[in-house]
């Protein structure tokens, strides 16, 4: 399975971005699929993830302003970011696999990962 990310580039804050993320291919029922961030410096941090019966999953950094979503006719899955902050700002990274719940937020739980899109909110 491969994960093709896009989407990202320059914006204010207060803005809005959609990240889009490819499957390859059609995945099985329990296919977690998540978004992470690595700011420069950083460690990689989780930001969302949906999984079977559209369980959502959010950090609390990004509650009530990020949503995940999944078109599996398209085999795309989407991150939408509203309200934009420059704290924001951050190498985002979709990530897939058959995740126990446990490890939802944790990196090493995801199998599969896309390359990352470049997200950056100017003040």
């Known amino acids: 399975v491969q994960l093709q990310a896009s989407g990202g580039g320059l914006v204010q804050a207060g803005g809005s971005l959609r990240l889009s993320c490819v499957i390859s291919e059609r995945t099985a029922s329990n296919f977690v699929v998540g978004w992470f961030r690595q700011a420069s410096g950083n460690d990689r941090e989780f930001v969302a993830a949906?999984?079977?019966?559209?369980?959502?999953y959010y950090s609390d950094s990004v509650k009530g302003r990020f949503t995940i979503s999944r078109d599996k006719a398209k085999n795309t899955a989407y991150l939408q970011m509203d309200s934009l902050k420059p704290e924001d700002t951050a190498n985002y990274y979709c990530a897939g696999g058959g995740v126990i719940l446990s490890a939802i937020r944790t990196p090493t739980g995801y199998r599969y990962w896309g390359q990352g899109t470049q997200v950056t909110v100017s003040s």
């Open positions: 949906l999984r079977q019966g559209g369980y959502t």
